[in-house]
């Protein structure tokens, strides 16, 4: 079963996806797509040397995998970062 995203939210994924501390966990949380799946989707939207240059970068990257994060950091956002709900920001 392929999902489909907004173009809005195909572009907040690809966002996260190239974002160093944001874990692929944050996206599968918020979006419902697995590291794979995001894998499948940068290699179907980005030009095939900005694929290969984000694969290198990511591969093995302890802040984009949870389990290889340090002890201790279990949120996917900054502290003083503005509160997110939905792709959505929220006023305090």
């Known amino acids: 079963m392929e999902k489909t995203f907004s173009a809005v939210e195909l572009d907040r994924i690809i966002e996260m996806a190239w974002e160093d501390r944001t874990p692929f966990e944050a996206i599968t949380f918020q ?30 990257r302890a802040t984009k995998h949870a389990k290889l ?5 279990e949120r996917f ?15 305090r």
């Open 31 to 60: 979006f419902g797509v697995s590291e794979r799946e995001v894998i499948t989707l940068m290699r179907s939207e980005m030009k095939l040397s900005s694929f290969k240059m984000w694969r290198k970068r990511v591969q093995g």
């Open 69 to 73: 994060r340090v002890n201790g950091i």
């Open 77 to 91: 956002k900054c502290a003083m970062q503005r509160q997110i709900t939905h792709n959505k920001i929220s006023k």
